[in-house]
């Protein structure tokens, strides 16, 4: 029985030999790969395989893109000589072209030059006759129709005169008939006119009359619309434009309209009264609120409205100094007392722009020694709504336009929106890039 085991393991053991150099034991003892793993392996034997063919076959196209280089190569080195050859062939025939093309043109120049230059002169002698003949049938005709014309041109210029003489005299004749008729008119109820007058200002009498007959009231709004277009040619075109406030005309906006009238000149208290559309319509026009035409019309057609949306809904209050009226306040005291709103607004600009409006121009009233447009320029781009004692706190001590020992600063330079500072003890407003200097000693 031993012999028998014992051959049996031997054989055993020489089979799992065999089986092991066949790799058949390490086949049998691994596990079995799952679908993935099969999957993944096939996945690597594609891409290996899909490289050594991109490998072939970027190394069959290397080798032929050398093989080219070099068969061009070898063409080049072989028949380059013949190729130069044949562009210089070709490049001396297009010159030779050329060389030939120019002497036949240099050729043909010389034999039919002269031609050329007979017929030019030909035609530009006929253009010129043809022009002297036009200028002399002009001359002729006018030598033989000149005085016909100017005797028609005199004809036509005495009837233009005539016509005009006769209307100059008609207008004449009817100005002197229309200025009798109200003469007469005035003569005969001047003194119901003066009744009317007096009952009106003692409060006397009918009040829900009129001071004057309808009659004479049409001609009033006809005359101030005259005097307003005369008044815009005589003081509003030459008057200087709004550059910014001043104390006066900040003290003046901070009053209210009737105590401001009382410090307003004669001049513009009249014009407020007599004819306000064309002293409103300035003062919109130089404030920039308003055109003076826009203006003039619109106080025409509805003064209250516009006074209201001036000083209610405008800037213009703020340009002269004071503060935008309240709506409230405003419409009080249009309605109240026009008049003195309107005043009160003309006058600060006159303060403003340093000069003083007459019925015929405009007048200065710089004071003596103060350099023309520097009260303005302190005052640009003041903040609007700064109280106006700061304004005639920054002037406080100023003689000529000089200040005095103990003054505040003086601003120069440009002024822009202004921020509150505190320099020497004073609130005051610099701007950006503002120099600041001492006063003088």
């Excluded at 559309?277 to 409205?305: E, N, V």
Aim: net charge negative; glycine share 12%.
């Amino acid at each position: 029985m031993l012999p028998l085991a014992v051959l049996c393991i031997t054989t055993l053991l020489g089979m799992f030999c065999v089986l092991d150099s066949m790799g058949l034991v390490m086949r049998i003892t691994q596990p079995s790969p799952t679908v993935d793993e099969r999957r993944l392996q096939d996945a690597n034997q594609h891409l290996e395989t899909a490289a050594n063919t991109a490998s072939e076959i970027g190394g069959n196209l290397a080798n032929g893109a050398s093989n080219v280089a070099n068969g061009i190569g070898d063409h080049w080195d072989e028949h380059g000589d013949a190729y130069k050859e044949k562009a210089g062939e070709v490049a001396g025939h297009i010159h030779n072209h050329a060389k030939n093309a120019a002497n036949a043109v240099s050729d043909h120049w010389n034999e039919h030059g002269d031609a050329y230059k007979e017929k030019a002169g030909e035609i530009a002698g006929h253009i010129g006759n043809h022009a002297k003949n036009a200028w002399n049938g002009v001359s002729d005709h006018w030598n033989e129709h000149g005085d016909k014309y100017k005797d028609k041109a005199g004809e036509i210029a005495g009837h233009i005169g005539h016509h005009t003489s006769q209307f100059g005299n008609h207008v004449w004749n009817k100005g002197s008939e229309w200025g009798g008729h109200i003469h007469n008119h005035l003569k005969e109820h001047a003194l119901t006119y003066g009744q009317h007058l007096g009952n009106a200002l003692t409060f006397n009498g009918d009040r829900s009359g009129s001071v004057l007959p309808s009659t004479f009231r049409i001609f009033i709004p006809v005359l101030q619309l005259l005097f307003a277009v005369l008044y815009y040619f005589v003081v509003v075109s030459k008057y200087p434009e709004w550059m910014g406030p001043t104390s006066m005309s900040a003290r003046l906006q901070s009053d209210q309209p009737p105590c401001a009238t009382l410090n307003t000149s004669p001049t513009n208290c009249l014009l407020s009264w007599l004819c306000p559309q064309a002293r409103a319509a300035h003062t919109f026009d130089k404030t920039r609120t308003l055109d003076y035409w826009l203006g003039l019309l619109a106080m025409f057609c509805c003064p209250f409205c516009t006074l209201c949306y001036a000083n209610s809904c405008t800037d213009l209050n703020a340009k002269l100094g004071g503060e935008r009226a309240n709506l409230v306040m405003s419409c009080l005291c249009t309605w109240c007392c026009s008049p003195c709103v309107i005043a009160q607004d003309a006058e600060s600009l006159d303060e403003a722009t340093r000069v003083e409006t007459g019925f015929c121009g405009v007048s200065s009233s710089m004071p003596q020694g103060m350099p023309p447009g520097m009260d303005q320029g302190m005052h640009m781009g003041m903040h609007p709504g700064m109280n106006p004692g700061m304004h005639q706190g920054m002037h406080a001590g100023m003689h000529h336009g000089m200040p005095q020992h103990g003054s505040p600063m003086m601003m120069m330079g440009p002024m822009g929106t202004g921020a509150p500072m505190q320099t020497g003890g004073a609130n005051m407003y610099a701007a950006p890039g503002m120099q600041m200097q001492q006063p003088f000693r």
